[in-house]
Every structure is written in structure tokens, then in C-alpha cells.
């Protein structure tokens, strides 16, 4: 058993040097245009899901579930977020495909979380990606954007004309 203590202390201390040492003379790669390696993303998206889920409180939306409370998330989308995560019915974000990590075409994908982990990431963003957050907002305001979000792959028609007309702009 002290052996094997012994051994596994080692390989642990021989890691963290190998690392340690391949960042400290810049074998990792840090460049915008090049794709990050796939163990990278693997690490990063993992370690961004187990953040949200841990922080984001477990609550259900407090609005009501109702075109209203779609149709105000979703000015707020067309208004802030089509740059960088791609308007309902369109191509993706060009923008949106040059950001590392990438941002999520909600359009095309949806999301995989829920409304209160939504309202925690636009609330406060997510460090080292485009995703900045949201101060100016009200609650209300956050949880009608994560309403919207949620179902952004499935809204009613109406929902999706209110906020394609010039009068929600």
C-alpha cells in the first residue's frame, strides 16, 4: 500500500510538471483562428456545463407561460443576441462560428439548459468567450430572454411575427 501511495504521489507530481513545463514554454496553443484541440473544447465544455449546473439556482420560471413572455424575450434576443447565437428562420452567425469556444446557433440546436442556468449565464456571462454579461437587465427581463430560448426551436407563429416586425424594434 505504501507503494503504491509512493507511485501514484509521483505520477501526480511528474504530470503537473509536464504541464506546468509544456505551458511555461508555449506548446499550447492560444490563437483565435485556429480550432482548439478536441481534449481542449471536451475540457472547456465540461467545465462550463459543471460551473452553470453548480451556480445557477433550481428554480422554474416565475413568468407566465405565454406568447407575451415570448415575444418580450424575444425582442430581447433580436436585440442583443442574433449577432453572435443567429436569428430564428436564418443562416447561422458568421460572427457567432469565429468565437472559441463557438457560440450556440439556439436556432438550429436549442439549449441544454434549463431556464434558471439560462438566466444565470446572461446574468453573468461566461469568462474567456464572447458571452458577456447582462447588468443592465431586470429579472424579469432575464427570465423572459430564457423563456424564449428555451423554446426558440419550437415558438408559435405569432410569437415569431411579433418579433420580426418593425414595431418590436
Not at 117 to 131: F, N, P, T
Amino acid at each position: 500500500m505504501k507503494n503504491f501511495l509512493a507511485g501514484s504521489l509521483c505520477a501526480i507530481a511528474l504530470v503537473t510538471i509536464t504541464l506546468a513545463i509544456s505551458i511555461g514554454l508555449g506548446f499550447m496553443d492560444v490563437a483565435a483562428d485556429e480550432e482548439p484541440s478536441a481534449w481542449e473544447s471536451g475540457l472547456m465544455t465540461s467545465a462550463v456545463h459543471a460551473s452553470v449546473r453548480k451556480r445557477a439556482p433550481t428554480m422554474h420560471n416565475p413568468l407566465p407561460n405565454s406568447d407575451a413572455t415570448l415575444i418580450a424575450g424575444g425582442r430581447l434576443y433580436v436585440d442583443d443576441c442574433v449577432g453572435c447565437h443567429g436569428a430564428p428562420g436564418q443562416p447561422p452567425s458568421e460572427f457567432g462560428a469565429t468565437l472559441y469556444p463557438r457560440a450556440p446557433q439556439f436556432p438550429r440546436i436549442g439549449s441544454q439548459y434549463s431556464d434558471a442556468q439560462i438566466v444565470w449565464i446572461a446574468r453573468h456571462g461566461i469568462r474567456m468567450s464572447g458571452m458577456y454579461p447582462h447588468f443592465t437587465y431586470s429579472e424579469s427581463q432575464l427570465w423572459s430572454l430564457a423563456a424564449f430560448i428555451a423554446r426558440i426551436r419550437n415558438l408559435p407563429p405569432a410569437v415569431v411575427k411579433a418579433i420580426q416586425s418593425p414595431a418590436s424594434k
